[in-house]
């Protein structure tokens, strides 16, 4: 079992930064895959961005390359999300998952946070 709490959301112009942070409970953070997905309203939800137990491994939405970093640190149980170069489109609510799978797929993922809200005026 696995308790997931997002924080760092918030308002940002366009061409801003964010940085999002996801806090674990438990002592078996490191053994679980991590992911960020988001949903805009209307919208279906979908993965951001994913790091693996190890911290070796990342990918990305092809929307956020090159804008968007993914990190983990084992010691404080929390991962975080570096948002650079905010876009109108990146509005959304951005949700923190926990699972056993390296996945893009949000149904692969066991554990959920509430989500915290990011949204970029223009």
């Known amino acids: 079992q696995v308790d997931v709490v997002e924080s760092g959301g918030g308002l940002v112009q366009a061409g801003g930064s964010l940085r999002l942070s996801c806090t674990a409970s438990?002592?078996?953070?490191?053994?679980?895959?991590m992911g960020w997905f988001r949903q805009a309203p209307g919208e279906v939800r979908e993965f951001v961005a994913g790091?693996?137990?190890?911290?070796?491994?990342?990918r990305y939405a092809d929307s956020v390359k090159g804008r968007f970093t993914i990190s983990r640190n084992s010691a404080k149980n929390t991962m975080y999300l570096q948002m650079n170069s905010l876009k109108p489109e990146d509005t959304a609510v951005y949700y923190c998952?926990?699972?056993?799978?390296?996945?893009?797929?949000?149904?692969?993922?066991?554990?959920w946070g509430r989500g915290t809200q990011v949204t970029v005026s223009s």
């Open positions: 438990g002592r078996t953070f490191g053994t679980y895959n």
């Open positions: 998952a926990a699972g056993r799978t390296y996945s893009i797929r949000a149904d692969d993922y066991d554990y």
């Open positions: 790091i693996s137990g190890s911290g070796i491994l990342t």
